[in-house]
């Protein structure tokens, strides 16, 4: 599976990004993480394959939203009322499993938590 995150950028607090990313095959779950400097990776959200399930790290609740659309194989992460710790570089990941995914929300994604494919990441910066 290839993933291709892009929508990143510059944006004041307050402000709204949405991201978006690309996948090459269907039927995965796909999770968004990021990365801010000298922290862990860590999970933001995960939506399943058919999109009824979905799941957010508490510090984004009621402020992201993801979605995803099936027949162009995109999933989308919408970001509203963003703050300076939403700065870090965004990546996609598929898993196979959405049950992994779900649970790689809130815990660092490594070991059994770690997805099948990573996408390259996209930068975020919330700043005025």
């Known amino acids: 599976v290839q993933l291709q995150a892009s929508g990143g950028g510059l944006v004041q607090p307050g402000g709204s990004l949405r991201l978006s990313c690309d996948y090459s095959?269907?039927?995965?779950?796909i999770g968004w993480f990021r990365q801010a400097p000298g922290k862990e990776r860590e999970g933001v959200s995960c939506?399943?394959?058919?999109?009824?399930?979905?799941k957010y790290a508490d510090s984004v609740k009621g402020r992201f939203t993801i979605s995803r659309d099936n027949l162009k194989n995109t999933v989308f992460l919408q970001m509203n009322s963003l703050k300076p710790d939403d700065t870090a570089v965004y990546y996609c990941a598929s898993y196979s499993w959405a049950t992994r995914c779900m649970q790689a929300i809130g815990t660092p994604p490594v070991g059994r938590y770690s997805p099948d494919y990573w996408g390259q990441g996209t930068e975020v910066t919330v700043s005025s």
């Open positions: 939506i399943s394959t058919s999109g009824g399930s979905t």
């Open positions: 095959v269907g039927d995965v779950a």
